[in-house]
């Protein structure tokens, strides 16, 4: 996997969107951008992935520079039950699902 | 998004013994891995399940030890053998829809073993 580093812990105001910074500058030209959160005493959830272009789905907005050296995971409406472990994830191209899970940021939403 | 399901949820195992933990995906997913996450830290691949073959191991993990099933497309066991202490984790079950590209995850089964 392309090396990812992310901040360990950020907060976050209920109601506002939290911008999670990933870093992942050797991530070579085929491999996409994976996020997935765990909330405590559940299973990851997956949240949204990209090769190059922004995505946007129901739950997040996936913002990748143009090097594709780093991304941002951007929650638009921050809630309480946001609070969780975020990974950023850059697989090999031949992975096929296999991923290797770094420390994450863990994200905490409050009042 | 993809039905996984995990059992048992959670178990208390003696040292020494074995358990085997059953996975159920549905007929969507692809891949299916098996995770462990010990305590208070993040998830580490144990192996890929083969449909039909052996499971491929990552380093540091063997078979002996974790010896994982995939009798079909949607099911697959890993069994802890010979459990002590330091096994005490909890297991996920994974599935990956290839065209998606999403890996999907069990509730997990957390094992405590005294």
């Known amino acids: 996997d392309a090396k990812t580093t992310q901040p360990p812990s950020m907060d976050c105001a209920e109601g506002r969107a939290a911008n999670l910074p990933c870093n992942h500058s050797?991530?070579?030209?085929?491999?996409?951008v994976y996020w997935y959160r765990q909330i405590h005493s559940q299973g990851p959830q997956y949240i949204i992935h990209?090769?190059?272009n922004n995505e946007t789905n129901e739950m997040a907005s996936l913002i990748i520079t143009e090097d594709r050296k780093s991304s941002t995971l951007i929650l638009p409406h921050a809630t309480l039950r946001d609070t969780a472990v975020y990974y950023c994830?850059?697989?090999?191209?031949?992975?096929?699902?296999?991923?290797?899970f770094g420390a994450g940021t863990q994200v905490v939403v409050t009042p | 998004s993809a039905v996984i399901s995990q059992k048992p949820s959670r178990d208390i195992c003696q040292r020494g013994t074995s358990l085997t933990i059953q996975c159920q995906v549905d007929?969507?997913?692809?891949?299916m891995f098996w995770y462990r996450q010990q305590p208070g830290q993040s998830l580490t691949l144990i192996a890929t399940?083969?449909?039909?073959?052996?499971?491929?191991?990552e380093s540091g993990f063997v078979i002996d030890k974790f010896p994982i099933s995939r009798p079909n497309l949607t099911f697959s066991t890993l069994t802890v053998s010979n459990m002590s202490p330091e096994d005490s984790s909890i297991y996920l079950c994974?599935?990956?829809?290839?065209?998606?590209?999403?890996?999907?995850f069990g509730e997990g089964s957390r094992l405590t073993v005294l």
């Open positions: 994830i850059a697989p090999p191209t031949d992975s096929w699902g296999k991923l290797q």
């Open positions: 050797t991530i070579s030209g085929n491999e996409y």
């Open positions: 990209g090769l190059k």
């Open positions: 007929s969507q997913v692809t891949m």
């Open positions: 399940a083969n449909q039909g073959s052996e499971a491929t191991y």
């Open positions: 994974s599935g990956y829809r290839r065209h998606t590209g999403e890996l999907f």
